[in-house]
């Protein structure tokens, strides 16, 4: 065989090796997605549990990103964290409403940048925001505790004007940005026979609660009060995941069974799978 048959056989050969190993990696990407597991859960200041024991009844679960409100401050959400092998923590830098001991705070099993404590109008309503990356992904985690508009009118324009100033800032976040948005938002979610205008204000966003895809009726779930027996299915699903269905999909979660409540809220959790 002449030389130069020689030197176009092994061309020929690398680059059949390198099409096969290429292809193969993008069936493997098919075949296995990347997912992320995520929870949010309002604790209600660890007042029925310890974080061991919180931590314990989420666990089997292995999440990747759980989003806590009315956490207490100081080390607890890093005990719990523990507990759940999310070694990577923030907590908010200001109380809910003001209250002693209520903050938002998020455990990751990825490392956490561009911490941030946004406000809603003022240090009374935050969100508290972290980035984490997911293989090449920048993904925004926002754990959040919306005011409850409901007293009166003043009090609802208040609450509006909070929620808006959230949404004014996912308006401008940057393209690369992929957000999860994780909480009790303190509101229940549109539905064929009342729309919340709140809801409506994320989903003009491209955002939508994770109900939705899965099928899930919120009007026949609660998650709040799980304290009452009485409470159950009263509609009261007032704790969320919201996100894009351009970035992820919703293939597994609910509300997250425990053997007994440990908490006046009751936490929700999903599957996402990377687009």
């Given at each position: 065989?002449k030389?130069y048959?020689?030197?176009?056989a092994?061309c020929?050969?690398f680059l059949?090796?390198?099409?096969?190993k290429?292809?193969?990696k993008?069936?493997?990407e098919?075949e296995h997605?990347?997912?992320l597991?995520?929870a949010?859960?309002?604790?209600?200041?660890?007042?029925?549990?310890?974080?061991?024991?919180?931590?314990?009844?989420?666990?089997?679960?292995?999440f990747d990103?759980?989003?806590?409100s009315e956490?207490p401050?100081?080390?607890?959400?890093a005990?719990?964290?523990?507990?759940?092998?999310?070694?990577?923590?923030t907590?908010g830098?200001?109380?809910?409403?003001?209250?002693?001991?209520?903050?938002?705070?998020?455990?990751s099993?990825?490392?956490l940048?561009?911490?941030?404590?946004?406000?809603?109008a003022d240090?009374?309503?935050t969100v508290?925001?972290?980035m984490?990356k997911?293989g090449?992904?920048?993904?925004?985690?926002?754990?959040?505790?919306?005011p409850?508009g409901?007293?009166?009118?003043?009090?609802i324009?208040?609450t509006?004007?909070?929620?808006?100033?959230?949404?004014?800032?996912?308006?401008?976040?940057?393209a690369?940005?992929?957000p999860?948005?994780?909480g009790?938002f303190n509101f229940?979610?549109?539905?064929?026979?009342?729309v919340?205008?709140?809801?409506e204000?994320?989903?003009s966003?491209?955002?939508?609660?994770?109900?939705k895809?899965?099928?899930?009726d919120p009007?026949?779930?609660?998650?709040?009060?799980?304290l009452?027996p009485?409470?159950?299915?009263?509609?009261?699903?007032i704790?969320?995941?919201?996100?894009?269905?351009q970035?992820?999909?919703?293939t597994?979660?609910?509300?997250?069974?425990?053997?007994?409540?440990?908490?006046?809220?009751?936490a929700v959790?999903a599957?996402?799978?990377l687009?």
């Amino acid at each position: 065989m002449k030389t130069y048959h020689i030197i176009y056989a092994i061309c020929f050969l690398f680059l059949f090796s390198c099409t096969e190993k290429k292809t193969n990696k993008k069936d493997q990407e098919a075949e296995h997605p990347i997912q992320l597991r995520v929870a949010a859960y309002n604790v209600e200041v660890s007042r029925n549990a310890t974080a061991q024991e919180i931590g314990e009844a989420m666990k089997a679960y292995n999440f990747d990103v759980v989003c806590f409100s009315e956490a207490p401050g100081g080390d607890w959400t890093a005990q719990v964290g523990k507990v759940l092998g999310l070694n990577h923590i923030t907590v908010g830098k200001y109380s809910t409403a003001g209250h002693e001991d209520k903050y938002k705070s998020i455990a990751s099993k990825t490392p956490l940048y561009g911490i941030e404590e946004i406000l809603m109008a003022d240090t009374l309503h935050t969100v508290t925001k972290a980035m984490t990356k997911i293989g090449t992904k920048e993904i925004g985690l926002y754990s959040v505790h919306f005011p409850f508009g409901w007293r009166d009118q003043a009090h609802i324009d208040e609450t509006t004007g909070k929620v808006t100033a959230f949404v004014d800032y996912l308006k401008a976040i940057s393209a690369s940005e992929i957000p999860i948005v994780m909480g009790d938002f303190n509101f229940r979610p549109s539905n064929t026979e009342k729309v919340n205008d709140y809801h409506e204000l994320f989903v003009s966003l491209g955002l939508d609660v994770h109900w939705k895809e899965l099928r899930i009726d919120p009007a026949k779930e609660n998650t709040h009060n799980a304290l009452k027996p009485e409470d159950e299915g009263n509609g009261e699903v007032i704790d969320h995941i919201m996100y894009n269905r351009q970035n992820f999909k919703a293939t597994k979660g609910g509300i997250l069974p425990m053997e007994k409540p440990l908490s006046d809220h009751k936490a929700v959790w999903a599957v996402l799978e990377l687009k």
